[in-house]
């Protein structure tokens, strides 16, 4: 595997991610009906999803195929990859389902609203962790370092594809959680059904990623090619039908009842994750240097700001009219 990269700046945002994760343990503890239910898709969703997609990117990445990527190594790792990429891809999603646990709305709108919110959010950590190449033991390697096909569309060398598959990846482990979610309450909350489907809907979710539903949603194919100007088609679609269902649901159904109140303190790492993450990207984007992309990064970090302090401000009127 190769020897230790220290880059303090790697450090710092890997501790961060650690701290906040560890924090994120003890509100599932603290605040989830079954604890142990949650942390188990916390587990399986870091070890079984993430992790296993990733690893796979990397390894094809390694030997030099084009359309892939490579990470730079962390004190943490399974295998090529930081354990802090796949926990604080969990984060957002599970922050985002347990906030919209607070809203009485649809649950086939659950997919879309998490899958665009992890989109967003990957707007304001991506393009910084491109930028970030430092000088190691190991010669010059980047945070993160994708190696786009020739020709295709990409942002800041990005394939534009690799932020629509945010609303996929979050979508279908959404889908799939939900649906073992309600299996589990019919069994009558059964401790096999709760510690299986977990392990179930990773193992499906990742069926689902590798199959060819992914490439229709990341460039309609077989229809077109992976060059072809569809990339953007298809980012600015799901976004638009994303961003459609998230207006749906909060404009017609909001007012239904909300469940339970947002706290700042008793939330804080809810809170964390969506604001907290997006502003300490923009700060090493601006201390980094990496003007270029920084316009992006506060745009990423303004959107989900204005979503937080959206439900935010519905959830108190809620409360105080009630």
């Not at 979610?181 to 009558?188: D, N, P, R």
Request: with cysteine; hydrophobic share 55%.
């Amino acid at each position: 595997m190769g020897s230790i990269t220290l880059v303090p700046v790697w450090m710092i945002q890997d501790i961060l991610v650690l701290i906040i994760a560890t924090l994120m343990v003890f509100y599932i503890i603290n605040n989830e009906e079954r604890p142990k239910v949650v942390l188990m898709q916390f587990i399986c969703f870091v070890f079984f999803y993430a992790a296993a997609f990733e690893n796979v990117a990397v390894f094809m990445g390694s030997i030099g195929k084009e359309g892939f990527y490579s990470y730079g190594r962390s004190i943490l790792m399974i295998f090529n990859v930081p354990i802090t990429v796949p926990i604080i891809e969990f984060l957002i999603i599970y922050s985002t389902l347990r906030v919209l646990k607070t809203i009485n709305i649809p649950s086939w709108t659950k997919p879309f609203i998490t899958g665009l919110t992890a989109m967003i959010f990957d707007f304001s950590l991506d393009p910084v962790a491109v930028k970030q190449i430092f000088q190691t033991s190991e010669g010059i390697i980047g945070r993160w370092s994708y190696y786009p096909i020739s020709g295709e569309p990409v942002i800041y060398g990005e394939p534009v594809m690799n932020f629509t598959g945010w609303i996929y990846i979050a979508g279908y482990w959404t889908i799939f959680i939900l649906i073992g979610e309600w299996w589990h309450k019919k069994k009558g909350y059964s401790n096999l059904i709760g510690y299986l489907y977990p392990f179930l809907a990773s193992i499906l979710s990742l069926i689902c990623l590798v199959s060819p539903i992914s490439n229709f949603f990341n460039y309609m194919g077989p229809f077109f090619n992976r060059t072809s100007n569809m990339q953007w088609v298809m980012l600015v679609s799901l976004s638009v039908i994303s961003l459609g269902i998230l207006v749906l649901a909060f404009v017609k159904f909001w007012d239904r009842r909300f469940v339970c109140s947002l706290n700042f303190r008793k939330d804080f790492p809810i809170m964390f994750t969506f604001l907290g993450f997006p502003l300490i990207n923009t700060l090493f984007c601006i201390l980094g240097g990496y003007m270029e992309v920084l316009w992006l990064v506060v745009l990423a970090e303004l959107l989900l700001l204005i979503g937080w302090c959206g439900i935010y401000i519905l959830n108190k009127k809620f409360f105080l009219r009630n």
